[in-house]
Structure formats: C-alpha cells, structure tokens
C-alpha cells in the first residue's frame, strides 16, 4: 500500500522529483565523465606505449652512436633493452608536408602497431609504414609511392602498413607546435636496411662508415632511476650525454598533462553540481516531509511503527538517489565518450589505437557514497517529524515565529513599500529557500564566466602570442648537418638571416639542476620575433640579462635581479645569468639575447663561440612560397625545412573548434542548473505562499502585482547572484589556470561579451523562471486556498 | 435602495459525469447598510453566494449587480479591481500576511483601494494600537480576526462579506469580535453579510436568508434584532 503512495507522492511532488532527479544527474554525470575520462586516458595510453615499447629513456649524443656503443649499453645492468634509433624531419617530395623519418633497429624499441597491411619487414628494401591519420588526411593508400628527402638523402619506396606509434602519440613538429595537424606533420618509419641503402648510395664506399655513425639515439627500456642510468650509461660509454627520460618527451609528458587537467576538472566541476544536488535534496525533503507531516501523524496514529513509516520516507531520497545516479552515469558515460574518442576532442590531439572507457572501481564507491548521504539526508528529514508522540506528529509543523529584521530599525524601512517589506521577510523567513537560491544562480554564473572564460583566456592567448608577439610568416629549420661544424651552420643562418632580413634563434637543452630545460638564444634583427611579459604585454627581449618563463621562475624560485646557472646537455660548462624578466612562454623557456649570450662565458669562452650554440631557426617575414623562389633558399635548401605561420595557427582551428563545443555543453549545463534549480525553489516559494497570495488576491490585487511581486523577489536575488558569481567564477578560472600552471601559461581574460552574455544568459533564466511560476498566480483558487485551517 | 441585486444566478461545478448546482436560479435583493445573515447547513451553498458576491468566483448564469456594477461577466483584471474597491472579506481563519506586521497587513490595502482608510486609526479603533508592530503568530484568534476586520474596513469598501468569522473563536472572543464588526460597520456605513451556520448569529441581523440545495428557501426581515451582549451563545 505504501508502495502506491510513494509512487503517487512522486506523481504529486513530480517538479521537485524532476529537479532532484536532474541535479543528481548532471552531478554525478560530470564527476563521473571528467573522472572516467583521465582514468581511461591513462589506461589506453599506458596500454599503447607498452604495446609499442615506448622507450624509458632516450640516450642522445649528435655525433652519433655506433654498433659497439649499443652493445655497450645492452650489456648495462638494468638495461632490459635498446636500440638505435633515428628520427628526423623529412620532407615529402611533391608536398610541402613533412614527415618524421623514423628507424629503430629493435623492434621490441620505440616500435608501433599496425593498423592495416602487411607486417613490419626489417630487411625490407623499399617498404614504408606511414602514419595513418597523415596517410588519411593526405588520401595515401597502401601500395602507393612515398619519397622522403632528408638533407641530401633520398627515400623511395612503397607504403606497405598504417601504423600508429607511441614515440608519436601526441605528432608535433617540436615543441614550440601547441596541436598536431595531420595534414601536414606525420610520421614513417622505414626498415634500417633502407636507410643504410639511402646512406651507401650517397657515401659509396664510406656509406658503411657513415651509416654506423648515424643513429644520435639509443632508446632503452629500463626500469632504473634516472640518475642509475645515467651513472652507468656515462661509464659504460666513457663520456657525459643527454639522456631524456619518458617524462621529457612531449608524448609521455603531455598526455600526462592531459590527465592531470581531467584530474583537475573531476575535482572542481561536479564539487558545483554536487553541493548544490545534495542542498537541493536537503530543501526538497525537508519541505517534503513538512508537507507530509499530518500524514505521518495519521500512519502512525493507525499504528505503523516509525521504522516503516521512515523507511517509506527514506525511500523517497534512495529513489532519487538510485534513479539518479543510473541517469548519472549513462550521461559519465557520455561525458567521457565527448571527450575521449578518436574523433572527439582528445583524438586532434593525441592518437592511439584504443579507446576504451574505463569505469574505475573508486567513482563506483563514491557514487555508492553519494546515494547512501542523499538516503541519509531523507532519513535525518523524516526523522524530525517522526519524534515525539503520535499527537505531536499529527499537529502540522508550525514553522518557527518571525522576529523582526534588523534593518527594520532604519527609519528608512517604514518609507518601503508593503511588496519590498513582504519580499525582504519571505527572503529571511525562508533563509534556506533564498540561500539555495542564490546557490544556484551563483552556479549558474560561475559555470558560464569558467566557460566563456576559459575560451577568452585560450583565443586570447593564442591570438597575443601568434598574431602579435610571434610575427613572422616563415620559420625556417635548419637541420643539424653531421657534415658541417657548428660555425659552418651558423654561417648559413647569419646568411639567410641578413638576406631576409630574418630574426634567428639557437635552443640549447640546459639543465638548471636535473630537468631540461631549453635556452633559446635570439638574434634580433627585424623583431618579428616578440616576447610576451608574465602581465601579457608585448616586450623587448633585454640585452642585459634572461627572460624567464613563469614555469621556469616557479620551479626555481627565481626573482627579478637574480642569478642562477644553467649546463648545456652533455658539457661541463656553466653559464651564470642575471633574471631580467619574466615570460608566456609555450614550452619551459629561458631566453636570452644574442648579446647577452655574447658575455656570457664560461673557462673564459663566450657562449656564442661554444659549440652548442649552433642557431637552428630562422624567421622571416616573407611567406613560404615567396621564398621557395629566392636565391637564398635555393643555395641552401638542402638543409632547410619550411613551416609556415598560417600552418601553425591553423593546427590550432580544430582544437578551438572542440573547445567551443565544450564551451556550448558547458553553457548548456549552466542554464540546466539554473532553470531546474530556480524553477523548484520558485515552486517551492509559490507553493508556501500559496495562501498569502490567495489573500492578497482576494484583497485585490492583480495577478500581475502579485507575479511582480514574485518576480521582483527572484531579481533581487540574481542581482547578487551575478555579482558574487562574477567573481567567484573569475576566482574558479584562475584557480583552474594555477592548477594548470605547470601546462600552461596562460592569463585570466575576460571580455566584454563573456560579461555580458553571463550576466544577460543569467538575468535571462532567472526572468523566465520567474515567468513560469509566476504565471502559476492564474490559477490560485482562492475559495480553496482560504478555506484550511491556518 | 438595493446593493446587491441577483437574478436567476446559477452556478455549477462539473466533475467528471456528476453536475452539482451549488446555486440554483437564485434571486435576490440586498439594501444598502443592512445586516444580513446567511444561515444554511454546510454544503447548502451559502460560501457559493458569498464568493460570487465577493468577485472571488463567476456564476454560471444569471446576472449579479453589486452598487450599480454588473460583476456577472468580468475579467479577472476587472474582478481584481473590483474586489479591491467594493468588497471587504472577513474569514473564519483570518489570513493574514504572515510576514507583515499588525500595520502592514492594514496598509496594504492602500497600495490598491481607491478610497483606503488610514490603517493607524481602525487599528485604533479595533483597539489594537498597542500591537501596531507585532507580527500575527504573535497575537490571539480574537487579536487576529480584529486585525482581518480593520483590513477590511481599511479599504473603505461598500460591502463586508464575512465567512464564519466566529467559527474558529471561543464564545467570549466571538461575542467581542462579532460586536466589534457591527459597530465598525454601523459606523462606518456598511453594508455587512455574515455566512454561518450559527442560528444565535441571526437573532442579531436585519435579514435572515436561508439557503438549502442551492436555493435561497426564505427571507425574513427582523424588525427587532436583539443586542449581542443579550444573545445567550
């Protein structure tokens, strides 16, 4: 019999049912979306670096190591395995495209997985196997011809498999490319055959020779510490290299990153969405249970004992609980589906083979955790009306007396009128009512200042840094020639710099104590090489000290005036630099002027004449294809690779395309929130005030006073509602951009339009929430409402 | 002169299969500043005439004129007006605002009586000067009733409609308050119809009707209506 009253309750209270039902969902729905998303990224992700032996660490040595080197280092204790390996930029012939050029001579090393066609040969003399979202992209079909040339090397043969490799999960260029683009950045990687051929046929009799000194790196699995490897690595080989472990690469160490901003958003979205189910779930079953309070009385004046009457009760809130959770996670599902599938969000940007979505065991609990405290809160309800005797339960609830407001002792609170007076109690009578409410208009506006905000803070950096610090058209790669020095390279550079009027800069791999970190020496000629300060503004690099990168000057605690020692990779030189500033920077930066660089020595040698500093870059402002045709270019083409400004920024379209998206389902999710919760607070309101409208109906007043009167209530409320929200919602994003500082740079930015689409979007739903009750006053029936007892 | 008038009024409620008349081809005339009394067994229809009079609800047929003002086919906005300008109520279970005091419950009615009284002086005459600024759970039945008669009185209304307004006092409370009404509306000019069931009540009217199914079954005039204070309730 109970059975058919809850389902009836349920049927009666249904706004209230609906609106719990909802804010569970959309709770549990998120928490359990962001959390799944980073615990199935990390599951899939570790899965296909092991599936394709994804290297622990990377021994790099640019002279290049040879056949006994790796037997030396395979005989290492703690090395389980290595390999040769090579991966170079190689451009396409007949494209403009560029693709890494990758061999491994193990295959149990920095290897792939198949996606379709013939198996890895690693004796096969003309075989490729392509990276088959480039292969997608540029419409290459297995079978078809493939020539690569790098340096003066040239490759041709035929592409037998697609494949897809750890070593390129995340397929950037370098690291300065914030997003991959497949159209124009792949991978291939070819047997070590084919490229010894490549090497004989250029060197002839010493294409032997050559080849053995060609591979820079030994990738090696192992499970020792960095610091063991490195000790035995150095000894085994006799001299001081730079090793890489897999958290210094930009596919180990972003996707990572990737997890740790799930993590960041598991935490600190559904904290919104769940406080306010479960400050919903208290509000509904308390006015529940007071409402039900004479029936209570009445079951147990028939003689049903308390423990069933409050498990009929509590089973309102399991109900709710369980249905929402369900809705809850159908919705996780689909969350972590949006973002984590081949097509999705993550795959512009990270690519695997596998994309499972894992459930993890502790989001089970958690949800399980959340329905027994929403069960309780039913409980703990339905116990208050329960206590004492069956007489005191049937009286109904007397709510507890009102006292006068303080601010009634302002002689101003006589001049208000009776509307304003009547709000400003109801507002305090109900102090949960109005609190809730603003609750949620609050989450609401948070939600749509972090949505808008985050996409202002994102274009707006993208936007700062490549349209006006970042100005070049073209930036030219100059490849690291195993035949030329360091000064013949530098020559180039000078060349092509002052015949293009280009800017020029040399990355240098220092450590500061363990970490690589990349020092960026930078000629300036015509500036349109800018830098961006830590307040976003666009500066000079200074000629008397570094700029530091804000990662950088956290990690290293370093301030304005201080000096601190950097060691290129694999030398014992030290340089000591003053700080002279502070950048954005995309990647983990110090950059320093040629000048600069100039006095800075070390045993009395000047960095620029070390034999690190070998420039690699150089931007100019002409575009790729004016100069493809001058006379510059084509002297020295064979060492050069082109990438454009337009290439760049357009890798960033897709990436903006999925954040608008999420934007879009977040703005969704903040109306969602703020109609279902100010839609049952105003039912809840009007239901409470039912007869005191009634009366003023009967007195005479219009519908419309008594719906302005509504209204006006619900507008005082928005109005702090926004205004708290605003910040609130700016403190969320820069707490958001701190957790995320070790990934990004980025600078809160809002514009104008986030506050006033925020402010309008929450006026809006408060304005038609308040409509919708309000149009309830139509249909107060004041013979009944007056008839009951008080 | 008549201030209200009814002819053949109707009014019906449909549920489902079952009509119920709860007023049946009534007709009636009320003088100006008269106390009448409407007595009838509950469910007879005598809340139903009240309503209708008091523009809270609209007859199915027939016709209601109340000062001059066909009320029988108005719009809720002009019922509102309507409600605001001629009639005063009076219920068994008060209503008042909860969450305004003494005062403001009576000044309300400033904010949309054309004609409002000033609430400090009915309060005063109610005699509840000293309660001005206290809020209603903190006054008596008797207290609270007094503050619903000086609400209605405050709008300067034409006619006082009043449903049981004893119904939920004590005797003693329900002399004082009863007394109270008649003398405010004696001097005041009113017009003043009670709705109860309470036969003592009707000893004290200037016309008696009494209503059963729908149908009004008798008036009568009282040419001698006793005094409350001689009435033994």
Known sequence: MLLKKLIRTIGRYKAQFISMIIMITLGIGVFLGFNMEWVSLNKNTEKFLSDTHFADYRIVNENGFSKSDLEKLSAVEGVDKASRYISVNAEVKGTANTLGLTVTENREVSFFTLMSGDEYDSTSEDGMWLFDKYAQRNNVKIGDPLTVTYKDFELTGTVRGLIESGEYMICVRDETQLMPDFNTYGYVYVSPVMLKNAVIKKYGVFGEMAYDKLYPQINVLSDLSKSQITEKTERALGKTLLILSKNETISYSEAKGEEEEGKTMGLVLPVVFLAIAVLTMVTTMHRLTVNEKTQIGTLKALGVKDGKISAHYTSYALFIGVIGSLLGLGLGYFVCWFMLNPDGMMGTYIVMPEWKLYLPWWCALVVALIVGFLTLIGYLSVKKMLSGTASDALRPYTPKKFKNLLIEKNKLWNKLSFGTKWNLRDLFRHKSRSFMTLIGLIGCMVLLVGALGMNDTATGFINVFYQDVMNYETRIYLSSDGDKTTQETNAVAYDIASKTNGDYSASISVTVTDEPISLDVYGIRSGVVGFLSDDSKLIKLPTDGALVCMRVAKDYNLKIGDEFTVSPYGTSEKYTMKVAGFNRSLSKSISVSEEYAKTLQSDGVSLTDSSVYRINSVYVSADKETLKTTEVYASYKDGLTLQSHSDIVKSFEGFMDILNLAIVVLIVFAVVLGVVVLYNLGVMSYTERYREMATLKVVGFYDKQIGKLLITQNLWLTVVGVAIGLFAGIGVLNVLMIMLASEYEMQVVLGPITYVVSILLTFGVSLIVGLMVSAKNKKINMVEALKGAE | ?233
Request: overall charge negative.
């Open chain 2, 1 to 233: 002169m008549n201030i209200v008038e009814m002819r053949s009024v109707t009014k019906r409620y449909v549920a489902g299969e079952h009509t119920l008349n709860a007023l049946d081809g009534v007709n009636l005339d009320l003088e100006e500043g008269k106390f009448i009394v409407v007595l009838g067994q509950s469910g007879a229809g005598k809340s139903t005439l009240l309503n209708l009079l008091g523009g809270l609800d609209s007859p199915t047929e027939g016709k209601i004129i109340v000062d001059g003002q066909d009320i029988s086919k108005l719009t809720r906005d002009q019922l509102a007006e309507y409600r605001a300008s001629k009639v005063g109520f009076v219920f068994q279970f008060y209503n008042l605002i909860p969450t305004l005091t003494v005062l403001e419950n009576v000044a309300l009615v400033k904010e949309i009586a054309p004609n409002a009284l000033d609430p400090k002086k009915i309060l005063e005459e109610v005699g509840l000067s000293d309660h001005l600024n206290n809020f209603p759970s903190e006054l008596s039945g008797g207290e609270q009733q007094r503050v619903s008669i000086a609400r209605a009185i405050a709008k300067n209304p034409k006619i006082l409609l009043c449903d049981e307004p004893t119904g939920a006092l004590d005797s003693e409370t329900g002399v004082v308050v009863l007394k109270l009404l008649l003398s405010m509306a004696k001097n005041y000019g009113k017009t003043i119809v009670i709705v109860t069931h309470n036969q003592n009540i009707a000893k004290m009217a200037d016309v008696v009707i009494r209503v059963r199914s729908g149908k009004i079954t008798s008036l009568e005039e009282n040419q001698t209506p006793t005094a409350v204070e001689d009435i033994e309730w």
